[in-house]
Structure formats: C-alpha cells, structure tokens
C-alpha cells in the first residue's frame, strides 16, 4: 500500500535520491550545529542548507495532497430516499478499487480505452455482446502514453490510430527537462492550482496543471505524444491553465473542451473553438446558461449538435456531481443546464457521460453503492436516457421530455430535497 502511495505521486529513483541527499544535508547541519561556536558565515549556511533540505519533505506533502484532490468522494452506502438503482457496472474486468473512468469506443464499439489504475491509461476489448459483459483484461498503455505523470480523460478516433488524452508532463519551454519529474510536477500543483483558483493567474508556466496531447498509432506502436498547440491543424485548446476533457462534434468541426483560464464563471468553465475555412476560430466561452460558479467539465455533443451533456457541481443536484443536458436553438444559443434525473445521478459523484458509437449504451463514471471502491464505470441503456436521438425527435419533443422529467422529479424528491 505504501509503494501504491507514492507511485500515484509519481515517485522514481531519482526522488528517492534527493531525499537521501535531503537527509545527508541534514545530518550535517545538526552535526555542524553541535560543534558549538560557529562564525556568522557558517551560521548562514547551515541555515540555508537546512532549509533546502526541508524542501524535498515540503514537496511530498504538496504531492500528496494533490494527490488527495484527485481521490474520488467516499462512496455513498446507501441510495438516497426515493431513487431506484438501474445503472449496471460494468464489472471486475473493467473496474478496480482504483480510478477506473472515461471511456472511448472505437466504431465498431468493440475496443474502449479508459482511464485506469487512477492515473493511466488502459484498452480494452469486448468479447461477444454487450449484455454479456465479457471484456478482455485491460492492457495498460505504456511508455510513451502512461507515464509516471497524470494521464487520464482518453478519447479514441473512430479508426483507433489517433489518442488524445490529458497529461501534466511539461509542456512548452520546459518539456523534456530531466528535473521535472512526475514527483515534481506533482507537488507544484496545489501552489499552481491556488494561483489559479484564488487569484486567476498562472505560476510556473502551469507546472502541474493539464493539457491535451495527442499520440498516433503507427505500425501498431504509439508516438511519441505532442502538445496539442503544437500540432497544425489541431484546436486551440492548451493554455498556462488547466485544460482538458476534449470531445469534437460528430463532424469534426467544434472542439469543447474544460478550462480554468480566465475569463469564465467559476472554476473550469466549458470553452469551444470552430473550424472555419480549414481554421479555427479564437475559444468561445459557452456562456452563463451552461457555466456557473462551480465547476464544468466533460462536455460531450450529441451526433445531431443539437444537445451537449455534461457533468458540473451545483445547487439542487442529486449528490456530488452531476451530470446534466442542455440544448441550442436554431441560432446556437445554448440553453440552461437541465438534470439527467435519478437513473443517471445519485448521492455520490457522477461524471463524464459517453455512449457506444451505435448509441446504444450510454456510460457513466459514478462513486455508488455496489462499486468495487474507486470510481467505477457504469451503463445504462441509451434510449432511457434524456436527450437520446432515437427517442426524440428534435429540441421541440427533447424540451416536452425535460419539462416531464422535471415535474417527475419534483413528484419523487416532494419534501425531500435532493
């Protein structure tokens, strides 16, 4: 268990070795110190050297507690008074007591690449039908997809050789530098991210923050990944900020994606970018009817266009986090969010929506009872689910659909808030 620690803080060989220098340090600044007379110039350098040795311990603890901030919510034991549990997990070959979130399908609905062992990245395959439940045991992806950094939020191309996926690894002017290990990077996130959150800027060039990297598959061995900025042709998605969890729509020409650069309404905001003439356009803000105070993330479009699902924290939810649906009118205004109800959300946290490319399986990353202990991912069948094309004809009859749910809800949770 304590090796599992300080793997998820990304801890090498070459961490351990700046402790043991640490201590070394250390050692001789008490020993120094016992000496008894010390001329003013030794005093200072002892006490410079005591404190660079404090830094690495220092750095640990910020590791861990970014580590911590990644951690799900304790699962829920019990389902909130009224709501029925429907959502299936998908089992002991997909999920884990860790992190197992995000899936990615590829056209033919029988490869998924997700989000495993907390902080990498697996693929697996389906054997046989989906209600069968049968899944090849995850592969990990190594080397150079799953690092020792933070590497989550997958999406697959349809034709499996094209990976985009979050990472914190340096990026830019600083990529490639060999001080900058995982470990490092981890524990400059809380002092990034507070700059952030707290003062709305950018420290340190975003060290430990995410951005989107895309690999490509080529003779069946993945690339090395490249910045997303870097790559022509590609959205403008990566700033000094946290941005991740991207999607495109069905035709491949509007990019949404999460970030906390200024300019939005709360925490991570939902951005999106055009492609125009061959061009993308400059990050749009999706506005306040979808962006609130808190936090929104994973955006998801329906094939259509005409509906965005996506997962945020706010007021009047069922648990943790939600995950909602909102719809565009015929000139692109995005309407208020509106919840996926009880058969999608529950008391815990329940995030990141994706379904299989014949809309047949809608999924779900949820912390609930009957998990295995971490984030577990989750199905439910498609057409049960708001916004399903198959069951709505256009946003006149989805509209019809929210208004019912909502009176429902209302119905199950009268006198009991959820």
């Known amino acids: 268990m304590i090796g599992y ?65 990644n951690a799900p919510a304790a699962t829920a034991t019990q389902s909130a008074p009224g709501l029925q549990e429907i959502a299936m997990n998908m089992g002991s070959s ?34 046989g039908t ?81 951005d989107v990297w895309v690999s490509y598959k080529v003779n069946g061995i993945w690339s090395e990944p490249q910045n997303l900025n870097e790559v022509p042709g590609e959205p403008p998605v990566n700033t000094t900020f946290h941005d991740h969890c991207l999607s495109f729509s069905a035709d491949g020409n509007q990019a949404f994606w999460t970030s906390t650069r200024p300019g939005g309404f709360g925490g991570n905001d939902i951005w999106t970018s055009r492609r125009v003439d061959g061009k993308w356009t400059a990050p749009e803000n999706l506005g306040p009817n979808v962006n609130g105070v808190g936090d929104e993330h994973h955006s998801i479009p329906t094939p259509d266009g005409g509906a965005l699902y996506v997962t945020t924290t706010r007021e009047g939810g069922y648990g943790g986090e939600d995950n909602y649906i909102t719809t565009r009118d015929t ?30 399986i809608f999924l779900l990353d949820s912390v609930r009872a009957g998990g295995f202990g971490g984030r577990d991912i989750w199905w439910v069948y498609f057409d049960e689910v708001m916004g399903h094309t198959q069951s709505f004809n256009g946003v006149t009859n989805l509209d019809s659909r929210i208004q019912i749910s909502n009176d429902v809800r209302l119905k199950l949770h009268e006198g009991d808030k959820p």
């Open 5 to 69: 620690a300080f793997n998820s803080i990304g801890f090498g060989f070459g961490d351990l070795l700046l402790f043991v220098f640490s201590l070394l340090a250390g050692v001789w600044v008490v020993r120094t110190w016992r000496r008894g007379t010390l001329t003013c110039a030794l005093r200072l350098v002892t006490v410079v050297v005591m404190v660079l040795a404090l830094v690495p311990f220092l750095m640990l603890g910020l590791a861990f507690l970014a580590a911590k901030s």
């Open 94 to 127: 997909i999920n884990t007591q860790f992190r197992d979130t995000e899936p990615s399908f590829t056209a033919d609905g029988q490869t998924m690449y997700f989000n495993c062992h907390d902080a990498d990245i697996c693929v697996s395959y389906l054997i």
């Open 130 to 210: 989906w209600e069968d439940g049968k899944w090849t045991t995850p592969e990990r992806l190594g080397a150079p997809i799953s690092t020792g950094y933070f590497e989550v939020e997958p999406l697959i191309n349809a034709t499996g050789d094209k990976l985009y996926f979050q990472s914190t690894r340096p990026a830019g002017r600083l990529k490639g530098n060999p001080l900058l290990s995982p470990f490092v990077t981890s524990s400059l996130f809380i002092p990034t991210y507070l700059a952030e959150d707290k003062l709305d800027v950018s420290i340190l060039d975003g060290l430990g923050l995410g």
């Open 331 to 360: 000139e692109g205004k995005w309407g208020s969010l509106v919840n996926l109800g009880s058969l999608i959300n529950g008391p815990g946290d329940d995030r990141c929506p994706a379904w299989t490319p014949d809309q047949k």
